[in-house]
């Protein structure tokens, strides 16, 4: 691990001012970027320490909804019962990530800052565009099994690997930040993520500096069916080959709303507005259904071993909706 300084942070305020210097990163559960250190994927000059600023609570806002703290780790999150009995899509999507162990230390923002899990990010002796921009992507014409088939470019087929995200984008969550000039945003958890196009390396929109302090989620859906499907290669402790992260309210037979989010296929979280549209207003049928995974993966593409994503995806699609809508 190369050597670096480290510095904790009394306030946010001090914490974005130390934050903002090139080489700099912040740490809280460390869960993702400890491991990137010891590898040498992550080299920061600097750490700064936000365990102790005041970011580990689930409040309620008064216009509705919950404001869940940067700092509130999975484990709380997932056990919390208002995000039980409101928001059931995101714990159990939370309880389908990582392990216990790691759930008690991993937090909220970090959560959705976690990086790739592509087998050539990580083998530093391979070309990779997102650890190191212009040297080539590995992955396209290599061992590319657990990537993306949805949202590549030329330069990058990485996924991005929560499962806590894809819920999140399914409820319309959006991010709370503060910057380093003291000013604060809110970005829709749809904005936040950047596709790779020629930049792999630039994976969200948040500046040098700027810290994640709450994700609020909107007032919950009433009468939503909610669902978090995860196919993977064993029960526990494995990202997602394909995930559905589904809320949906029902008229009768016909799809009242649906929102509709996957893991696994794509860069970001993934959510197409196409999908939901094939769905919505019409009769819960087998034929709907396949006209929402048309919809999908109109524009997927596989890169050989990751081929078989596009089937499953379409299955995986098909049978959430038919438990979400009780078809």
């Known amino acids: 691990m190369k050597q670096f300084t480290y510095e904790r942070a009394a306030s946010t305020e001090s914490a974005v001012a130390e934050g903002r210097g090139a080489g700099t990163k912040f740490i809280a559960g460390g869960t993702n970027l400890l491991d990137l250190m010891k590898l040498q994927i992550e080299t920061p000059d600097k750490l700064v320490d936000i365990t102790r600023l005041p970011l580990g609570e689930i409040t309620t806002r008064d216009e509705g909804g919950v404001s869940i703290g940067a700092l509130v780790p999975n484990s709380d999150l997932a056990a919390d019962p208002r ?4 928001y059931e899509v995101l714990s159990r999507a939370l309880l389908a990530g990582a392990s216990g162990q790691l759930r008690n230390k991993a ?5 959705l800052l976690q990086r790739t899990r592509c087998y050539y990010f990580y083998d530093t002796a391979m070309p990779c565009n997102k650890r190191e921009p212009g040297t ?4 396209i014409g290599g061992v590319n099994r657990i990537l ?8 990058c087929i990485a996924t991005h690997p929560s499962d806590m995200a894809v819920a999140m984008r399914a409820l319309d969550a959006t991010v709370v930040t503060q910057k380093a000039d003291g000013d604060r945003r809110r970005i829709a958890i749809g904005d936040f993520y950047r596709l790779p196009g020629d930049t792999p390396e630039i994976e969200t ?7 994640i302090t709450a994700v609020e989620l909107p007032a919950p859906v009433e009468g939503a069916r909610h669902l978090y499907r995860k196919v993977r290669d064993r029960a526990s402790y494995a990202f997602a080959l394909v995930s559905v992260a589904g809320v949906v309210t029902m008229d009768g037979n016909t799809v009242k709303t649906a929102a509709l ?3 696994g296929l794509g860069p970001m979280p993934w959510r197409d507005p196409a999908v939901e549209a094939a769905i919505v207003g019409k009769a819960a049928t087998t034929a709907n259904f396949e006209a929402a995974a048309d919809a999908l993966l ?5 890169f050989g071993t990751n081929d078989f994503k596009i089937p499953l995806a379409r ?5 959430s909706l038919r438990e979400l809508t009780g078809a």
Do not use: M, Q, W, Y
């Open 83 to 86: 995000i039980i009995a409101d």
């Open 107 to 111: 937090t909220t923002g970090g959560n």
């Open 136 to 139: 080539g992507c590995a992955a």
């Open 148 to 155: 993306a088939v949805l949202g590549t470019s030329e330069k």
């Open 205 to 211: 929109v948040l500046e040098p500096g700027e810290l």
């Open 261 to 263: 989010a996957f893991g």
């Open 298 to 302: 109109a524009d997927a593409k596989g």
């Open 315 to 319: 299955r995986t699609l098909i049978a």
